[in-house]
Each structure stands twice: as C-alpha cells, then as structure tokens.
C-alpha cells in the first residue's frame, strides 16, 4: 500500500510515524549510480542481509536495483521513474547528482507519499524519511591531520575536484582544505576534473607537476582519481615527491596502500548504510518510528594498519 497520512518531517528529531495498513510483503527499491563500484556493490549487500532478517519477522521484500552508470547522470532520474512504475513501496537511494535527483523525489514520491531514505551523498531538496551519511566534513578534516604528518608545514597541497553537485565530495574538500590551512599548509585552488575516472587523475597529476612543480600533497575525495595520480608521479620518477591521500575503499587501492604507493586511504561503512536503509524503511513501513538522521564515522587506512582491512567487504567483495 501507497497511502497513509502525511507526516511532518522533523529537522532533528525521531520521526513519528502513522502506521500504515498492515502488509506481509513490500517491494522497495534501491536506485544507484556508480553502481558497480565495490563502495556500491557493498550497500546494496548490506540492504539484502537486512532484508532477509526481516524474512524472519514474516515481512518479505522484493528488492528492486538499478544502476544509473557511471557517467549519465540523467539515466538516474529515469531509473527513479521506472521503479515508481513498477509499484515500489520504499525507495532507497544513493544519488549520483544531489541536484537532478531531488525533482524525481519531490515531483513523484513525496508526491504519491512513498517513503524514501537517502543512503550517502545527500539531496538539495526534496522529503526524506532518514539520511544515512558519512560525517564527511570530519574525513576530510582526518585526511588533512594524515597529510601533515607527510609533508612540512608550509608545503602546497591541492584537491582535485571532480564532483561539483555532489554535496558530500564538496565537504569532504572543505573539511581537507580548512585543516590543512589551520595546519600550516599552503591550500591551492583545487584542480577541476572532467571525470571521476583513473584516466582524470593521471592527466590531472601530469598537468599539476607543470603548473606547480613544487606541490608536495595531493587530496582527492575518491581512490580512483588517487590511482591515476599515483600512474603520473610513477612514469615521471617523483612517487617520493607528492603524498597522496584518498577516500573510499577498493582492492586495487587497499594493494596501494599496501605497498606503499598511496599513503592513506579515508574508508566508509557503505555496508552499513544499505543495512540501515533497509532497515529504516521496513520499519517505517510497518508502523515503527525511525531516525531522520544517522551519521557515520571513517577510519583512516595507512600501511601501518593494513592487516585491519583485510576482510572489509570492499576488499573482499563479500
């Protein structure tokens, strides 16, 4: 069932709920971008374990992904539109654009009442039951801590941005460059990228060690473009001159780190977002009262404490 009473959502508090008519099995679906990422990969895990603990509790869930690709934004909004037709009752989310997303969740869901969670990244606008996310102004602030240990105070460090409508990469860039600056650290302007790809952050290292042949530290709010820093610094001999440090998580960026290519890596629980999204829907959907807000902290992956990841499922792929 679609209808219930209207609820005002609270900026801070529990959300009360009206409970809905009872019902023993509920379609829900879970839009991503990006989506085979093992970030990703690793959410939509967590939103199947939880939902087959719900099994137990006679509540069966027919759980519906898709994957908005890596690069078309557009094709998101459409797979929001092609779940509402296929008679969702809870919509779970992991935005690819915090801006095209939310007409899709205004003009559709709150409009028809379904209820949505929001699992990482955030929207501008638009009704949501919960927002489960990373406290990514503090990953960026704890990369920053990490650079300054690499790099003398007063060297030139930069962040290369590729996600400028996306409201979590832009807090984590904050969070990195106010440290990094109340650190002693000489903050450039950062470097825009045309893609959040291996290939951008080679041609964005090679474009850097040109501009500015002195920088010392570079940040970037994701592994990938960390990568293809990484591919840059090796083919010109300078892997000892730029520290690099990233956010999120994958084998080839875990091996890194291992080995000393990538100096720190900022990880996430994204397997703990798609279980409590699952979880916060069911629950509201049956009757239960949820938290409009849940924040999530980070770990700090270095070569010193590598063996700690080892069976982090973004590692793993379990």
């Not at 979880?279 to 009757?287: D, K, M, R, S, Y």
């Amino acid at each position: 069932m679609r209808v219930w009473n209207r609820i005002i959502l609270s900026t801070v508090a529990a959300v009360a709920i009206v409970s809905p008519a009872v019902a023993e099995d509920f379609k829900i679906g879970y839009s991503v971008f990006w989506g085979t990422n093992p970030f990703l990969v690793t959410m939509v895990n967590g939103a199947e374990k939880a939902a087959e603990e719900w099994k137990a509790k006679d509540v069966n869930v027919d759980l519906i992904v898709t994957n908005g690709g890596d690069t078309d934004k557009a094709k998101q909004v459409a797979d929001l539109e092609d779940l509402y037709a296929q008679g969702v009752d809870g919509l779970l989310i992991f935005p690819g654009d915090s801006i095209l997303v939310a007409e899709p969740i205004k003009n559709v869901y709150n409009a028809e009442d379904i209820p949505v969670v929001i699992t990482d990244i955030g929207v501008r606008s638009g009704e949501y039951i919960s927002l489960i996310i990373t406290d990514n102004l503090a990953g960026g602030a704890q990369a920053a801590d990490y650079m300054a240990t690499l790099v003398p105070k007063g060297s030139k460090v930069i962040t290369f941005d590729f996600a400028p409508t996306n409201d979590n990469g832009q807090t984590r860039q904050k969070g990195f460059e106010d440290r990094a600056k109340e650190l002693g650290l000489e903050v450039l302007p950062e470097q825009p990228l045309p893609a959040l790809s291996l290939d951008a952050g080679r041609q964005a290292m090679e474009d850097l060690l040109v501009s500015e042949p002195d920088i010392k530290g570079v940040f970037s709010f994701n592994q990938l473009v960390i990568q293809g820093a990484y591919q840059a610094l090796e083919q010109q001999g300078k892997t000892d001159d730029v520290a690099l440090v990233g956010f999120d998580l994958d084998p080839v960026s875990y091996k890194m780190v291992a080995d000393g290519k990538i100096d720190a890596l900022v990880v996430q629980d994204p397997y703990r977002m798609g279980y409590d999204g699952m979880n916060t829907v069911l629950t509201f959907l049956t009757g239960g009262e949820v938290e409009e807000f849940i924040g999530l902290g980070t770990t700090l992956l270095t070569k010193e404490n590598i063996a700690d990841f080892a069976s982090d499922p973004q590692v793993t792929g379990q």
